[in-house]
């Protein structure tokens, strides 16, 4: 191992105890995140901008996932969209689905109390 290497792989060490969450070595919630932002990225060709969700569940990870679908001037037109992602124990994706688009300078409506 060259000392570069050594330096590197001792950095992330240090950096890294967000890798592992077990001594069986499942993959921590920061490597999780990252590999399902790539990994969506990859399939769909979009950048992905922002994790909105992330919950643990018994069959792996979900997470809710903010797409640049369609970049427009000005910046507050440009399309995004949230992509509903499911991911195996190993944060290795299983499934994705687009639950709502929007533009970026669009709020979503107030939730009031009694309304529907």
Known sequence: MTDTNKTQASSERK???DRTTEASGTPGPMVVLREARTQLAELTG???ETVSS???TEDG???EIEVLELARVPDTMSLLAS???TLDPQGVLTGYRRVRRYERG???PAHRPGSH
């Open 83 to 85: 992509y509903q992602v």
């Open 61 to 63: 990870w979900e997470l």
């Open 106 to 108: 669009r709020s979503e």
């Open 15 to 17: 950096r890294g105890d």
């Open 54 to 56: 992330f919950e643990r």
């Open 46 to 48: 979009m950048a992905a």
